[in-house]
């Protein structure tokens, strides 16, 4: 049985986007209540009856929610332009050695907005 768990974590931090134009509002320092869902896919494994423990995501992620966690993203090596898109990857780069059957990471600044992002490699296309 092929699965996929997703668990959502939150993060408050600033940003702002240098690569913008000087009138937009994204240029200016702001804020976000970020929100992260991690999703994994797999085949359940027919002993235990799961693909894997959701705390076992949750103790891959920590360390990175830690990073971010009332921090100002620009100064986060590798976040210097830190858009949902670029923080997706960022997330992705580091999550990816712990979780190897990770399948997208979700970044949504706002209730309305988000990205999703499913790797580099082509069986995530």
């Keep these: 049985m092929r699965v996929e768990l997703a668990k959502t974590f939150t993060f408050e931090a600033a940003h702002h986007l240098p690569h913008v134009p000087p009138h937009h509002k ?3 320092l702001h804020g976000h209540s970020y929100r992260v869902e991690i999703v994994v ?3 359940v494994d027919p002993e235990l009856g799961w693909l894997m423990d959701f705390d076992a995501i949750r103790q891959a ?3 990175i929610r830690q990073q971010l966690d009332h921090y100002y993203l620009n100064d986060i090596p590798g976040l210097e332009n830190p858009t ?16 190897p059957c990770l399948y997208r990471v979700s970044i949504a600044e706002t209730c309305t907005s988000a990205c ?3 790797g580099e490699a082509p069986d995530n296309a």
């Design 26 to 28: 994204c240029r200016r």
């Design 61 to 63: 992620f920590e360390p």
């Design 116 to 118: 999703h992002y499913y």
């Design 84 to 99: 949902s898109e670029i923080l997706a990857r960022w997330i992705w780069e580091r999550l990816a050695p712990a979780l």
């Design 41 to 43: 896919r797999g085949e």
